[in-house]
């Protein structure tokens, strides 16, 4: 224990040593405000270099050798200037040690975080995705190091003292530990390893065969809500979230870190999410997905996402989505991002306001083909793959204008109206043979449900509520009818109707303030579009069996895709709960 000790103050010394060239450059605030306290429960403890511990609050700044200390029941997320969080569980004790981050040089940054005891969640940052070895972890006297670059995210916990006990767990990346015992070479992505005293530490095994109890300690890490490991600035992040938290609502800055990407307005039957540190769960309307969740529909589901710049998919039966890259800021809608993978199955898009100030924010790929949108203006499209064995796929345009990059092929351009499949030994230019494509033949005439949302930009978060809201609304309206004699049902109903009324009015003005931020091209003269080429294929379609070339990836009736995006206006009831309705 005590050459552990020693190698850390070491490893701290020499860390020191080789920056002080850099630091003796760089102004003397770099070292300064090197984080903010963004989410905060229960009683936190901060102790400052050289004061006294007092108790922390949101949006709290610290330094360089902080010290945090929850207490029983009590949770702090801690962000910094470079992206970096940090997310403490109850009961857990930890240092911020050397902290330094120049924006635009994130090579030359540091920083050491000393997990006292207790445990925590670690996202890196700039500094851990550019200079892995520059990241310093210790839980306890061991030592943790980020073996590769391009981010990592992991949660540790320690039993310190003599007899040091403790384990990792690895959500994305790949990290080793030197602890007391001997070393743990490599814990790779969704991998346990714990240590004890006075025996050698096993190799790493799968999260999902880790202890019960490890399990569930972990779980409530991994599926706590943590801001994006983006740069931020420290003075004004924190401001921001003690605004929000006065607000009552995220979106009252709108702040797009702060915001998800989207949320789930509609479901027929089920569905389910899976967060980028691979927690699962059953979605609902008013579920919130954030970027790099993937949805699943499962064998007979349909969910339709709307996104905070309008963007609306549709999933089908069997289909699997990935948001694999999301960022929109109302104030400047043209340098928003949107990365979707279409890993199997069927989707539906109407673009939103990313889009329309710039078609080449909006990446979407399907199996291995790649969608590219052609139009400048508002586009409505429909795209199925079915990726077991060879890809077979099929791509049908409502509004606008799309090419195709098959693993065949180029389809140089989809016209509204048209249609293109393609499979194996086909030319991309031509129809596929039926025998391969009826599964996604039938998957794309599947896809419509009763109604969309339009395509205007929402305030995510507060439309979610406002969705969920609704949704319990009508379930309680639903029962107290079904048992009119039945006075509990009855005040429960009248109870849930009240909610969503407020949270309805909540919705519609976060979305007028969303709505003054972002410019909109106008789309007045956009109409819906059935053409006879889509009731052909759809009338086609219809007929079509199950075959073996895939599964069936729906069975529903053919509906020609006749909605085109709408003119971009506020919607009563954030643009979600009124699906297919007037408000």
């Not at 969920?468 to 009855?490: F, G, I, M, S, V």
């Amino acid at each position: 224990m005590t050459i552990m000790r020693n190698l850390r103050t070491a490893a701290t010394a020499i860390g020191a040593c080789c920056l002080f060239f850099v630091l003796t450059v760089s102004s003397t605030t770099a070292l300064a405000q090197a984080g903010y306290v963004h989410a905060i429960s229960g009683v936190v403890s901060v102790q400052r270099s050289g004061a006294e511990a007092a108790q922390a609050k949101l949006g709290d700044k610290f330094d360089s050798n902080t010290t945090f200390r929850s207490g029983a029941s009590s949770k702090v997320t801690l962000k910094f200037a470079d992206g970096q969080v940090v997310a403490l569980d109850a009961d857990t004790a930890l240092r911020v040690g050397r902290y330094e981050y120049v924006p635009g040089s994130a090579r030359v940054g540091e920083s050491t975080t000393e997990l006292i005891k207790g445990e925590m969640r670690f996202v890196a940052g700039l500094i851990g995705a550019a200079k892995p070895e520059a990241v310093r972890v210790f839980a306890g006297d061991s030592i943790i190091s980020v073996h590769k670059s391009g981010g990592a995210d992991f949660s540790v916990m320690v039993n310190p003292g003599a007899q040091e006990s403790g384990y990792a767990v690895v959500a994305l990346g790949e990290i080793g530990v030197r602890t007391p015992s001997g070393p743990i070479t490599t814990i790779a992505a969704d991998q346990y390893a714990p240590w004890r005293a006075g025996r050698t530490p096993p190799l790493p095994i799968p999260l999902d065969a880790a202890p019960a109890t490890v399990q569930a300690a972990v779980a409530g890490l991994l599926t706590a809500l943590l801001p994006a490991s983006t740069p931020v600035s420290v003075a004004s992040a924190s401001q921001t979230v003690v605004r929000t938290a006065a607000a009552g609502s995220p979106i009252a800055t709108g702040n797009a870190e702060l915001e998800p990407a989207a949320y789930v307005v509609e479901i027929v039957n089920a569905a389910s999410v899976r967060t980028s540190s691979g927690a699962s769960a059953v979605a609902r309307v008013g579920t919130t997905i954030d970027a790099g969740t993937t949805v699943n529909t499962g064998l007979n589901g349909r969910l339709v996402l709307k996104f905070a710049d309008g963007q609306v998919v549709t999933l089908g039966p069997a289909s699997a989505l990935s948001v694999d890259h999301y960022q929109f800021d109302p104030g400047n809608p043209g340098a928003g991002r949107s990365a979707l993978d279409l890993v199997d199955g069927a989707m539906r898009v109407v673009t939103g306001s990313i889009h329309l100030e710039n078609k080449d924010g909006v990446s979407i790929t399907a199996g291995a083909s790649i969608v590219e949108i052609l139009n400048a203006g508002p586009a409505d499209f429909t795209v199925v793959v079915a990726t077991r064995n060879q890809e077979v796929g099929i791509a049908r345009v409502s509004v606008g204008e799309i090419s195709v990059s098959t693993p065949y092929g180029p389809i140089d351009r989809i016209k509204s109206d048209q249609s293109n499949l393609w499979g194996p030994r086909t030319p991309s230019t031509t129809s596929a043979q039926l025998a391969t494509s009826r599964a996604v033949a039938q998957a794309a005439v599947a896809l419509q449900l009763p109604g969309l949302p339009d395509n205007a930009p929402v305030a995510v978060t507060p439309a979610a509520r406002a969705a969920a809201a609704l949704a319990e609304a009508k379930q309680a309206q639903a029962a107290a009818t079904a048992d009119p004699e039945n006075a509990q049902l009855r005040t429960s109903a009248k109870a849930a109707a009240e909610l969503a009324q407020l949270a309805s009015r909540e919705a519609l003005a976060a979305n007028e303030a969303i709505a003054a931020k972002v410019i909109v091209t106008t789309l007045d003269n956009l109409q819906p579009t059935a053409g006879s080429a889509a009731k052909n294929i759809a009338t086609m379609l219809q007929d079509l069996p199950p075959t073996a070339a895939g599964p069936a990836l729906a069975q529903a009736p053919v509906s020609p895709l006749s909605v085109a995006p709408i003119v971009p206006t506020v919607t009563p009831g954030a643009g979600g709960g009124c699906t297919g309705s007037k408000c």
